[in-house]
């Protein structure tokens, strides 16, 4: 198990190797901060944890959006447990030397308006959403169109086939 996660920590550092020319691998934080800060106070709250990073590449990076949690979480803070049903959530993508990953670790945990975070190793490449193609042998050349609704038209009903109609239903 562990020969196969060095397998493939060392094929995302070989892939990231080749798109660009820095040697050094690319990650992510993925972090939540703590509903309390004032929303002025948010950009501040980002570039300390920015500020962790020293002297790194960042890639992207987007400033922290108030919104609702999935489910609240729960820490304790001096004696008494905090809940929260909102964050702030914001990610920094960045291209850091190795030895310097414990010091940001380290320092996310340090930060108490730091709810949450998740750092991974990635690859350089942004990934964006990409719209759906699909193709076929078949209907190559073709183009497709939405198929024609036929409206009935509307006529007189006598009261007695409206009878006969409803009759049937209910028998």
């Known amino acids: 198990m562990a020969d196969e996660s060095r397998s493939a920590a060392s094929e995302l550092s070989q ?3 080749a798109t660009s ?3 050094r691998p690319v ?3 993925g ?3 703590v509903p309390t800060i004032a929303q002025d106070d948010v950009a501040a709250e980002a570039d300390k944890v920015r500020a962790l990073l020293g002297g790194a590449e960042i890639i992207r990076s987007e400033v922290p959006t108030k919104f609702r949690l999935s489910y609240v979480i729960e820490r304790s803070a ?5 809940k929260y049903a909102e964050s702030y959530f914001g990610f920094i993508k960045f291209a850091i030397d ?3 990953i414990p010091a940001v670790e380290a320092g996310l945990r340090a930060n108490r308006n730091v709810l949450r975070h998740l750092l991974i190793e990635t690859v350089r490449e942004d990934v964006t959403p990409r719209r759906a193609v699909f193709t076929s042998d078949r209907l190559e050349g073709e183009t497709i169109h939405k198929p024609e609704t036929v409206v009935e038209e509307k006529g007189e009903v006598s009261e ?7 009759d049937a239903l209910v028998s």
């Open 21 to 23: 020319g820095d040697s």
């Open 160 to 166: 007695e086939e409206l009878n006969k109609s409803l």
């Open 15 to 17: 892939a990231n190797n």
């Open 98 to 100: 190795k030895e310097a």
């Open 78 to 82: 001096a004696g008494r447990r905090e």
């Open 27 to 29: 990650y992510e934080i």
């Open 31 to 33: 972090y939540h901060l």
